[in-house]
């Protein structure tokens, strides 16, 4: 696995995009409206992502920034086998937010797993072939 990004939350995801690309000399390069939130990716110099998280509607990030107010929602690894790295998770005892890949931005296929058992941390797996 390795590095893909870390997803921030925020209420005004312009102003990060504004910021962040600034900051980090990091070019949006790609955004989606997507599950009630319109994400954007900053590209960085070794192929990661920043990637950032504004709610369009209810969900998810909604209620994150609801309960958590903005910051890091989560961090993303990429593998290229989406299915084996969620049985391996599992193997361990790691509880799984997604029990099989799903739909998620980018096209990727994606799975999260629980932060009750990552130290606190949501961290994705994604797919980026998928």
Known sequence: MRFAHVGVAA???AALVDRFGRLFDAPVAHEETVDGMRVTFLALDDGSHLELLEPTDDGPI????????PGIHHVALATEDLPAALDRARGLGIDLVDEEPRPGARGHEVAFLHPRSTGGVLVEFVDPGG
Do not use: C, V
């Open 62 to 69: 909604a209620d994150f920034l609801d309960r958590e107010g």
């Open 11 to 13: 209420r005004d995801a």
